[in-house]
């Protein structure tokens, strides 16, 4: 049996814009913790944890685990930009 890919973030955390002066997060965010394969979720984080032991020291505790559909997601990657939206306005 192949193993599946998954990828793990968080909603935990602060994130900024580009090119904010501001001290406070001005932005909600969801982080990309890694990335691991496994037979199913449990395993491939398992695997993650195996791979990245200093995972247990940050203060991240919710791990959310999302299946990447093909083996080679990078290649089918979508990219949308935000200022072609604007500039249709």
Known sequence: MKM???IFITYEGHTYQPNTYSIEPDTG???????????????AFENLIKE???????????????????????KHITRFYLEA???KR
């Open 52 to 74: 990245n032991k200093y995972l247990l020291t940050t203060t991240f505790n919710e791990i959310i685990c999302l299946e990447l559909k093909h083996e080679d997601y990078y």
């Open 29 to 43: 965010n969801c982080q990309v913790i890694g990335f691991a394969r496994g037979n199913n979720e449990k395993e």
């Open 85 to 87: 939206f604007r500039l």
């Open 4 to 6: 599946r890919r998954y």
